[in-house]
């Protein structure tokens, strides 16, 4: 389970001056509510009134626009990230790219009263929504695709996740030109970037075999504790002030991407905080925590059935979302009172509806993978969808398999096989062939011939020792014989 965080990029607002039509920068507002601007330009950006698009301040400043209607000082805003800005300074703010970032007062009023409506709700949003709006695209371009040997069908199931500025869920094959003519097979995740043109720029995030924690990362090494934190959790469990240029200090968050395996940074400027996670509020101590990059225990969360659950929640920097774990934690602390809560549903539902609140809840993330729209539709239909690098491994290896809905028994039912296509169906468990031996050995302490010696967790597809685990158990003494003492 994850959940998203409020970290849209920090914004910038530009304001169009009614007399003149002059563009200027906002720099902040003064206690008589008069707006203070500056020429945009790049000498200037450091100044700049730059917040998230959810903090209270730039509500207040959309309402004392609003109060000012009548005889308004200026008659355009435009919202957009620092990042927009400069490539719009360096085309002289051309009119046609701005319009793309105009926003309404009064319309974004509207939506921060809805958002704020929805989260007063029991069980409602947590974490404060974004007002960031989804990127389209069709405006990718179609010769970054064949730059990168990127089939469409292939980016097709992830680009709605892509539109709101995440990577994709999951891998997909890359076969990225380097040279004129020389092309590299390879795999890895991908996202967008938005041009001041308005088009949409491939940015690839490429597979490594395995971490490189050992290299400096943006100009600083990571301690042992961070190491250790890295490889066991996938985040660093604190703030680490990075140095991506000589002198340039950047306090950030820091993460293993579990698919790429490479390591990503998130600036702490681009996080708020929430006061309230899941319907639990946060402490000042329980936030001051999670900010620091620290994993936090939060008590009696709901969850979006509306039942109580406890959970640690740790910033993932390479997700951008909270991390959620249940290691030692009590499941079944709130078994009572989510009886009673399932008692008072049934009885509330409106007729016809109960028979609905059985239905087996599909999530975004099942056994540490994120599910393409494609195989979250073929599980809300009952149907049985092919999932790749799955974890439920005791040893932590990933495996693959079939996965089905069981509305009966209001669980997943996992086969080496297609179950809509095969008359005999499988046990609760049963990975792909590829991944049959490897849970086999580190899951049921079988063996056979091959791996009876192998003393460390097969990888995925693995049927027979490695090269150095047949070297290192060739190494190893052999035991000496007992007997009987004459």
Do not use: C
């Not at 003519?181 to 490429?206: F, M, W």
């Not at 009966?408 to 297609?418: L, Y």
């Not at 609760?428 to 192998?454: M, Y």
């Amino acid at each position: 389970m994850d959940e998203k965080i409020s970290n849209d990029d920090k914004k910038v607002l530009l304001v169009k001056e009614a007399n003149g039509g002059k563009v200027k920068a906002v720099t902040g507002m003064d206690e008589k509510g008069n707006i203070q601007t500056t020429e945009p330009t790049a000498k200037n950006q450091n100044s700049l009134f730059a917040v998230n698009t959810n903090e209270a301040i730039l509500e207040a400043f959309f309402k004392k626009m609003v109060e000012q209607a009548q005889q308004p000082s200026h008659t355009g805003f435009f919202l957009m990230t620092e990042k927009m800005l400069d490539k719009l300074i360096k085309i002289d703010l051309d009119p046609h790219e701005l319009e793309l970032h105009r926003v309404n007062p009064v319309e974004y009023l509207e939506k921060v009263q809805k958002q704020n409506a929805q989260q007063t709700q029991g069980g409602g949003d947590e974490t404060t929504q974004s007002t960031f709006q989804p990127m389209d695209v069709s405006k990718i371009d179609r010769q970054e695709l064949q730059k990168y040997g990127i089939n469409a069908a292939d980016l097709e199931p992830h680009l709605k996740a892509m539109s709101y500025g995440h990577k994709s869920p999951q891998m997909i094959p890359l076969n990225p030109e380097l040279e004129p003519g020389i092309r590299v097979p390879t795999k890895g995740r991908v996202s967008l970037e938005e041009q001041a043109d308005g088009s949409l720029k491939i940015i690839p995030h490429y597979w490594e075999e395995k971490p490189n924690l050992d290299a400096p990362f943006h100009g600083v090494l990571l301690n042992e504790q961070d190491k250790e934190n890295l490889r066991q959790s996938l985040n660093a469990g604190r703030v680490i002030e990075l140095e991506p240029s000589p002198g340039q200090k950047i306090p950030a968050f820091v993460s293993l991407d579990r698919l790429t395996n490479k390591l990503e940074a998130l600036p702490v400027e681009n996080i708020s905080i929430p006061n309230k996670i899941k319907g639990a509020d946060l402490s000042e101590g329980q936030q001051n925590r999670l900010g620091a990059g620290e994993k936090v225990l939060v008590e009696k969360m709901v969850s979006r059935t509306g039942r109580f659950f406890d959970g640690y929640i740790q910033i993932n920097a390479s997700d951008k979302k909270f991390d959620f774990s249940y290691e030692g934690l009590d499941r079944n602390r709130y078994s009572q009172e989510n009886k009673e809560v399932r008692r008072q549903q049934k009885e509330n539902a409106p007729e016809g509806e109960s028979e609905k609140q059985k239905q087996l809840f599909i999530p975004k993330k099942l056994l540490g993978v994120e599910l393409t729209e494609k195989q979250q539709e073929f599980l809300k239909a009952g149907q049985a969808t092919y999932i790749r690098g799955m974890l439920k491994d005791d040893k932590g290896e990933p495996f693959n398999a079939w996965v089905k809905p069981n509305p009966e028994k209001m669980k997943f039912d996992f086969f080496k096989w297609n179950p809509d296509k095969a008359k005999k169906q499988g046990a609760e468990v049963k990975p792909a062939e590829e991944s049959k031996t490897q849970v086999a050995v580190n899951n049921d302490g079988k063996t056979n011939e091959a791996t009876k010696n192998v003393k460390e967790p097969l990888k995925q597809g693995q049927q027979k020792p490695t090269e150095s685990q047949f070297m290192q158990e060739a190494r190893r003494p052999a035991a000496k014989k007992s007997g009987i003492k004459i």
